[in-house]
């Protein structure tokens, strides 16, 4: 190989090549053989490892040395194990798991993306099996990667590694959720502020209300979480100071992220608490509104098996009275569609996604064919440009790219 | 990433789709010969009327005499049906109204038309709903090399955008379908509602492709991936579900809203949703999608809130 710019000292040429004399590089002159320069006899540690034209990876070193991403991904894990407080015993697991993984032919050859994320998952699925309440969304937070390339990199990785990884509970993460609300007294004003343990307490209540009305399956679990600790902190205190306060401006207050989702599940579940509501004894049929719930949130939960009752019985009895009526049946507020078949038996909680099923386009009837038939010639003809259409459209790409050349 | 696509799509013609290590993962791994669970008619029996006698002898006079052996089988194993639990899926005042022999009103999908009767259609005895099928994936060998770029230029119905995707994508209306065509001359045809139909669909691709010059064959068409949904008609613990079927199910609410089942007998894909909605895919038969709804029936009823 000619090295470019250099002259030979001797004779004048440039014809300079690369030339090694037992392992030891020269620049040679090709025409009268003087060595224009010399470099070193023996090699840095770095050049051995990094400057062969073997791969490291490829060479048949039998003792290999762990690369330089595994040693940094083991250092992630061993970082993220300590940010989250996890016990020794967690952070062995999860730098075995990660070791195991990278080495597995499946996650060898990926993106270094992938593999900074590999540290996360195997973090997750610890914390999974030692029952230590973490949402992936934090995971998330922790490596700032997008939550789709988590959710592939974890799957990929709790199958290849056989690992079984009960996912959490959502009521066990309200309460790890609980603490990043920053509500005690040294954060905010007295009136304002409410312990951990009581806020924990209420939002567990409202949250299982909230599953067993079908408002958690299928959802993503912070929304909802939030939700409940909100609606826990409102109703432990109904002061108007605090039914004033909206959702973004509570999580603002508290120090939390906003979420777009959260808003919905708190109107849905003021929704379920008008329902459990209106079956309070001492209202005598008064309508319930959201506006007016929440100051009566105390006695709805404290009684709230009854109210149950009451209000699955009233239903039921709603119902029996409405089905000789065709064609009118609205219920409670819900919003019932015309073309629901569901609806002379609907019941009083469904999922939300039952209840305002999207309209489904009409299903074209299913055409019985022998796959045998005869093509008709026409019909294939009719698939086909005619010669003008295709001088058509090739002078319409030309202006085209003529007009574009000229701009 | 384009060329990951490219090649995942010209694997269609290597190994079939869905061939990846997480079906056997069980199978082998685990030391379970399909899941016994599923197979074994006392257990789902007990999951939905404890209170059963299990020794009773199986009826299957109900049963058509032009029933394949295999399907008779299935019914046979997939729990002991008997004729008085035919409407154990109907709430009571629905089973009043419906014709027993038309397929499944199921839920929403009120536009559901009758399945043609086959014979592979099972008798809908167990559930009394019969999953629809909504779309098929096949290919075909053209058996000669292409150009796509003439293609394009001769054809009405082709979209080709090489920098985006390496081949022609063309659409006939009737069957509705699209077609992806490669250079190599290997097709794939999807979007057809049964399998005669994407056969006749990638008949009349290929005829397209004769028309404009070239020495079209049709080698080797298969169905590669069948896919079929229904209705159960109610709300699910998805929750529930992946505790007890921990080693079928994958339910991440954050990644997605539904319970991933993979069924290992047959080998399908389940997308289970709180509504109640069921999405199977992953079969090469037809058969194979309604033999695993009727196994995931019994379990789907075993987590229904009263």
């Known amino acids: ?407 | 990433s384009i060329m990951d696509e490219d090649s995942a799509l010209e694997s269609y013609f290597d190994d079939p789709i869905g061939n990846d290590a997480s079906g056997f993962l069980f199978e082998g791994d685990l030391g379970l010969q399909g899941a016994p669970q599923l197979q074994d008619p006392s257990f789902l029996s007990s999951l939905s009327q404890p209170e059963k006698d299990i020794g009773e002898d199986l009826d299957l006079s109900f049963l058509p005499d032009d029933l394949p052996e295999d399907t008779c089988g299935n019914a046979a194993t997939n729990a002991n049906m008997t004729q008085d639990r035919v409407f154990d899926g109907y709430r009571p005042e629905e089973s009043a109204e419906t014709d027993p022999n038309q397929s499944a009103m199921t839920g929403s999908s009120t536009f559901c038309p009758m399945t043609p009767m086959t014979p592979m259609t099972p008798v809908a005895e167990s559930s009394g709903i019969i999953p629809m099928l909504q779309n098929i994936v096949s290919t075909v060998n053209l058996a000669c090399p292409l150009d796509l770029k003439s293609i394009a230029l001769q054809a009405r119905n082709a979209e080709y955008n090489p920098k985006r995707f390496a081949a022609v994508i063309m659409r006939i209306r009737e069957p509705r379908t699209t077609a992806l065509i490669f250079s190599s001359g290997k097709m794939v045809c999807t979007g057809a509602k049964s399998e005669e139909q994407s056969r006749l669909a990638a008949r009349k691709y290929a005829r397209v492709v004769q028309k404009l010059g070239f020495p079209a064959k049709f080698l080797d068409f298969k169905i590669q991936n069948m896919v079929g949904s229904c209705d159960v008609c109610f709300p699910i613990r998805l929750e529930g579900l992946v505790l007890t079927h921990q080693q079928f199910s994958s339910y991440e609410p954050e990644l997605f809203p539904g319970l991933i089942y993979r069924m290992v007998k047959p080998r399908i894909v389940l997308l289970i949703f709180v509504s109640g909605k069921v999405v199977l895919t992953g079969a090469k038969e037809r058969g194979e999608i309604y033999e695993a709804f009727e196994n995931i029936y019994p379990i789907l009823k075993g987590f229904r809130k009263q």
């Open chain 1, 1 to 407: 190989m000619a090295t470019v710019g250099l002259k030979c000292p001797e004779c004048g040429s440039l014809d300079i090549v690369d030339d090694e004399h037992y392992s030891q590089p020269q620049l040679v002159c090709a025409d009268c053989g003087a060595v224009v320069s010399e470099g070193l006899l023996t090699t840095t540690r770095s050049e051995e490892t990094q400057g062969t034209d073997v791969r490291y990876s490829n060479s048949t070193e039998v003792d290999k040395k762990p690369c330089r991403n595994l040693i940094n991904g083991i250092h992630r894990v061993r970082a993220l194990c300590r940010i989250l407080r996890l016990t020794f015993l967690m952070e062995e697991t999860a730098e075995t798991h990660f070791k195991q993984a990278y080495e597995h032919p499946n996650f060898i050859r990926v993106s270094l993306q992938k593999k900074e994320v590999l540290a996360g998952c195997c973090v997750l699925a610890t914390c999974r099996q030692h029952s230590w309440p973490i949402a992936m969304g934090t995971i998330c937070c922790l490596l700032e990667a997008n939550p789709r390339l988590i959710g592939v990199v974890y799957q990929e990785m709790v199958k290849t590694l056989k690992i079984e990884a009960p996912p959490t509970s959502i009521i066990n993460l309200l309460e790890t959720h609980c603490q990043a609300y920053k509500l005690s007294p040294q954060h905010v004003h007295e009136e304002l502020s409410e312990s951990s343990k009581d806020l924990t307490k209420r939002a567990a209540v409202l949250l299982e209300l909230a599953a067993d009305a079908w408002l958690v399956t299928g959802r993503q679990p912070i929304p909802i979480l939030t939700a409940s600790i909100f609606l826990a902190w409102q109703s432990l205190k109904p002061t108007q100071t605090r039914l004033k306060y909206t959702l973004a401006r509570f999580c603002q207050m508290a120090k939390v992220t906003k979420s777009s989702i959260a808003p919905k599940r708190v109107t849905e579940l003021k929704e379920v608490l008008c329902k459990l509501g209106q079956e309070l004894p001492w209202l005598r049929g008064d309508e319930v509104t959201p506006q007016t719930v929440i100051q009566m949130v105390d006695d709805i939960l404290n009684h709230r098996l009854t109210l149950l009752r009451r209000a699955l019985s009233s239903h039921e009895e709603a119902l029996a009275s409405e089905s000789p009526d065709t064609g009118s049946v609205q219920q409670q507020g819900d919003h019932s569609q015309p073309s629901v078949p569901n609806s002379g038996k609907r019941s009083l909680f469904e999922p939300p996604s039952v209840r305002y099923a999207k309209i489904r386009r009409v299903q074209v009837p299913v055409v019985e064919v022998t796959g045998d038939e005869e093509i008709s010639d026409s019909e294939i003809d009719s698939y086909i440009r005619t010669p003008q259409e295709i001088r058509d459209y090739v002078e319409a790409k030309e202006a085209l790219a003529s007009s574009d050349d000229e701009l």
